[in-house]
């Protein structure tokens, strides 16, 4: 079968490269006819001939053979048998100067010989000799490497002997290599310029770089230059999958894989409003670090539809997309509900309401109602406040898309009024009540009472002789089964009113550890706040027959105590712990002390004069008399501080209300004579406060009804109760 043949052509072309042979088979044409197919060359040097040929391409062939004659002899004898059909040259060497040979050649092919070449001569020369020499870049060359940014080198060819170089011809070893040569004689001193090129388009992007061979015949000998081409990766990057992140009103945000390409260059994200995206479309954010895999693309319109692609980019410009995403924007979100008269049940108009850390808020209609449009989904905080009204604080959580019922309902403002006006008080100090009674103790010194008033007829009702177990003022005071607890530091005893609805009462004392602060840990128990003589707290449980049955001490709590029935630890229980202030003029201490038996922990605040403590739905509010930092220092259930209330005002003393129309509240009386005439309602939810000037001077102690609808409060010389 014939074949189309590849070959090296001769000097004398303009462009030395591989071409297409025309396939002329030597079986049928005679050396004689004109169109040898061998096109057999010999090239004389010293002591050699060179002999080449063309590759021929044809079926069954064995092998090549070489006859050799010497003059004009036309007895030729074989030279030699070629059995490697891809060989396209041999060196006759040892042969003698001035002496000329003759060749030719056949093939055999099948066991058949096919018809001889045409003759060819050539005689080494004695004497002068050429002296090839290859460079490049004006160093010596036998390798040709072509980084990423070359298609082309130029060979120098260069005669250093003494004799004409003859250039025969030059054998490419892979079709993407060309070359470009015009001399086939160079004359000894002389060189010509080679320029071999490369053919990337030609080559598929590989890591290894690929390996070709330069062949250049001559009489001075066939040097092999090696060419190396370096491919790069011309594929796109990897494209990112994109996903859809967040949908607001007017934004979506997006997000998408990174790209891990080593010549990573950037992304770009683009928009449609409708299915067809490419890059064409608008490009809303582009950019360069591969972990800017984030965007949120703003200023849409709500209720329309989006779609997305985004583009990865390479160093060479080349980009890849992802898939395409379908984004629609919301509908409006909404936060609704009622603002209400906690006390009387009817609307509230023009309530203030507002989202705690927004701009957005509304004011309610004349029905209560209001509606606050587009707030941001989450967990919110919001704020109902109108000035006739004390402000209450709420959260709710606000869904990425929906409608939110949220109902706020508002305490009137409290009004003041006296109780016990017939009797004249000197020294009041704590009140503890209950739904119907007022319980307090005048500190008149060396008589103090305790006394017991109506909240209804606002008339003293008992009053019970304490001057046999105190004799300097009693501190703190609760109310626990109907009996009156009093702590007395002084005395350093715990005093049991038995009766306090009834002037002949009993009195019992416990002596302890010097006692200030008293509270109720369960129907059956009383926690105590004590000062130990070394300034170690002590937090004591003890029963209702006043027998102390278990004692926690809180090492160094307040060092260089001195008694006092102004300053001193106060206490406040909350589920399985006591939470006590240690009432430092000088450095206020906090503890929170287990109550089975677990360790203690104490903080330092850096303020002195921590006056009160009160827990409230997972929050610990400490109040404090100095005048220059927050009167309340709100801390959570670890006693971690996480805020602080600022009223302008000396905080004195504490309550909080859990339940009823008052629920949620503390209560926080002022101290001093520029504060000592107003209660405070804190809303812990609220950054604000309102404030109730109680009539009299100097208000001390407060405390809430258990049902909540009701405030009372202790001032020097009367007792107040607040209510709507």
């Not at 160093?139 to 250039?167: H, K, N, P």
């Not at 309610?364 to 004390?390: C, H, M």
Request: hydrophobic share 40%; charged share 15%; with cysteine.
């Amino acid at each position: 079968m014939k074949r189309h043949l590849r070959v090296g052509i001769g000097i004398a072309a303009l462009a030395l490269c591989c071409v297409e042979y025309d396939g002329r088979n030597p079986f049928d044409l005679a050396a004689s006819s004109g169109q040898d197919p061998f096109g057999l060359r010999a090239i004389a040097d010293t002591t050699s001939v060179r002999l080449s040929w063309n590759r021929l391409d044809l079926d069954g062939v064995e092998k090549y053979v070489l006859y050799r004659g010497a003059g004009d002899s036309t007895a030729l004898v074989v030279l030699a048998e070629v059995s490697d059909v891809k060989q396209t040259a041999y060196e006759d060497s040892g042969l003698s100067a001035d002496t000329t040979y003759c060749y030719r050649m056949l093939l055999v092919a099948d066991g058949e010989e096919s018809n001889p070449s045409a003759l060819v001569r050539a005689t080494p020369l004695a004497g002068p000799a050429p002296r090839l020499v290859l460079t490049c870049g004006g160093l010596r060359a036998d390798t040709l490497d072509y980084d990423t940014g070359q298609s082309a080198l130029t060979l120098t060819i260069t005669d250093s002997g003494d004799a004409d170089l003859v250039v025969d011809s030059m054998v490419v070893s892979h079709g993407w290599i060309t070359l470009s040569f015009t001399r086939d004689t160079i004359a000894p001193g002389a060189s010509a310029a080679l320029v071999v090129s490369v053919l990337r388009d030609s080559l598929v992007p590989r890591t290894e770089p690929y390996s070709g061979t330069l062949t250049i015949i001559t009489n001075a000998g066939s040097p092999t230059v090696v060419t190396l081409v370096t491919v790069p990766d011309r594929t796109p990057p990897h494209p990112s999958i994109l996903q859809l992140g967040g949908v607001q009103p007017t934004s979506v945000t997006l997000w998408w894989t990174h790209c891990t390409d080593a010549d990573f260059a950037g992304y770009r994200l683009v928009r449609s409003i409708d299915s067809i995206v490419n890059k064409g479309d608008p490009t809303v954010y582009t950019g360069t670090a591969p972990g800017d895999t984030v965007h949120t693309d703003s200023s849409l319109v709500s209720l329309q539809s989006y779609w997305y692609r985004v583009y990865t980019i390479d160093s060479d410009s080349l980009m890849d997309s992802s898939n395409a995403v379908k984004a629609t924007t919301v509908a409006a979100r909404e936060l609704s509900g009622k603002v209400t008269d906690a006390r009387l049940g009817g609307d509230v108009d023009g309530a203030t309401v507002r989202i705690a850390g927004d701009d957005t808020s509304c004011v309610s209609g004349t029905d209560g109602a209001y509606r606050i449009l587009n707030p941001d989904s989450g967990l919110a905080q919001v704020e109902f406040w109108k000035g006739s009204y004390l402000g209450r604080g709420d959260t709710v959580r606000i869904p990425p898309t929906g409608t939110v019922q949220r109902n706020g309902a508002l305490v009137p403002w409290p009004l003041v009024g006296s109780i016990g006006s017939g009797t004249t008080f000197t020294d009041l100090n704590d009140v503890c009540a209950d739904n119907q009674y007022v319980y307090t103790v005048d500190r008149n010194s060396p008589t103090p009472r305790a006394v017991t008033l109506s909240i209804s007829s606002g008339n003293v009702v008992a009053q019970s002789d304490l001057s046999a177990q105190v004799t300097d003022p009693p501190a703190d005071m609760c109310l626990l089964g109907g009996r009156l607890y009093v702590a007395c530091p002084s005395e350093a005893k715990v005093v049991r009113v038995d009766e306090p609805l009834w002037s002949g009462s009993t009195i019992k004392g416990l002596t302890c550890r010097t006692p200030y602060g008293i509270s109720v840990l369960d129907s059956a128990t009383l926690l105590v706040a004590a000062i130990g003589d070394s300034g170690d707290g002590w937090v004591l449980m003890v029963d209702s027959s006043l027998s102390v049955t278990r004692a926690f001490q809180v090492a160094s709590f307040m060092p260089s105590f001195a008694p006092s029935a102004t300053l001193g630890p106060r206490i406040h229980a909350a589920g399985a712990y006591a939470y006590m202030t240690n009432g430092s003029p000088t450095v206020g201490k906090v503890a929170r002390v287990a109550l089975s038996g677990g360790a203690s922990r104490v903080v330092t605040t850096n303020l002195p004069s921590l006056s009160d403590i009160a827990a409230l739905d997972g929050r610990v509010y400490v109040s404090c008399k100095d005048g220059a930092a927050d009167s309340v220092l709100v801390f959570d259930t670890e006693l971690n501080r996480v805020g602080g209330i600022y009223t302008g005002c000396p905080g004195s003393s504490l309550a909080a209300c859990a339940s009823g129309l008052y629920a949620g509240y503390v209560a926080m009386t002022g101290s001093g004579p520029t504060y000592g005439t107003t209660v405070h309602f804190l809303c812990p939810l609220l950054p604000l406060t309102a404030g109730a000037v109680v009539p009299g001077y100097q208000v001390a102690g407060c405390c809430f009804t258990p049902d909540g609808s009701r405030l009372a409060v202790a001032g020097f010389t009367q007792v107040a109760v607040l209510a709507p």
